[in-house]
């Protein structure tokens, strides 16, 4: 329907299943209108917040984190429910790394499992906490598909390929930020407030940019 209204046309239902699937993954909750209302939302997201024809959210996490934020009682993230046994979850990294590096994205992963050990570090240090206790978060579902899917999403990532990584260093930073406060469910927080604000930066840049071509090609 969002397709007919913005676009004129019926568009694949591809991309708004895979918002859907995301979403119901990603959310826990006994109840069913939190899966419901969390996909409308990330769908509507990519048709309704968007700069210069670019949607600034990673729609999953838009919805996902207004839900978390809106309705605490009723909702959570997903966390311990699939386990984390190290044969599977070798196995989920593996394959996981094999489709992003075929999709030429493994360096974005890569900087933030490196970015979440030195952060995890660095926390041991503040709190005093073991360094495992730290990283042991990477370890679950959560992270799986934050990591290999979420953070490395085409359509709201920067162009450049260095700027992918500051990005997402970005992104660990603040979640280590998030975690020292206590916040639950920092890293989607993170991708949160640092994506959009790094898509925007990037579109300003890419609008002057353009502007100052326009005259020299008009000469």
Request: glycine share 6%.
């Amino acid at each position: 329907m969002l397709g007919r209204i913005f676009y004129g046309k019926w568009l694949n239902l591809a991309s708004a299943y895979i918002t859907g699937i995301s979403v119901g993954i990603l959310l826990r909750s006994p109840a069913f209108w939190p899966y419901a209302l969390a996909s409308v939302l990330s769908i509507m997201s990519k048709y309704v917040l968007r700069v210069k024809g670019r949607h600034l959210w990673n729609p999953s996490n838009f919805g996902i984190c207004v839900l978390l934020f809106l309705a605490p009682e009723a909702v959570a993230s997903l966390s311990v429910q699939w386990g984390n046994f190290w044969p599977p979850l070798v196995v989920i990294w593996l394959l996981g790394s094999i489709i992003i590096y075929r999709a030429k994205r493994f360096h974005i992963s890569a900087t933030y499992v490196v970015s979440f050990f030195a952060f995890a570090f660095l926390r041991s240090l503040l709190t005093g906490d073991a360094f495992l206790a730290e990283v042991a978060p990477i370890t679950g579902p959560m992270y799986q598909l934050f990591v290999f899917f979420m953070i490395t999403d085409p359509k709201t990532t920067v162009h450049s390929k260095k700027w992918q990584c500051v990005v997402v260093f970005v992104v660990a930073f603040v979640e280590m930020l998030l975690r020292l406060n206590q916040v639950v469910h920092a890293p989607l927080y993170a991708l949160f407030l640092v994506g959009p604000t790094a898509m925007l930066i990037e579109i300003f840049f890419e609008s002057r940019r353009s502007l100052k071509l326009k005259p020299a090609a008009a000469g």
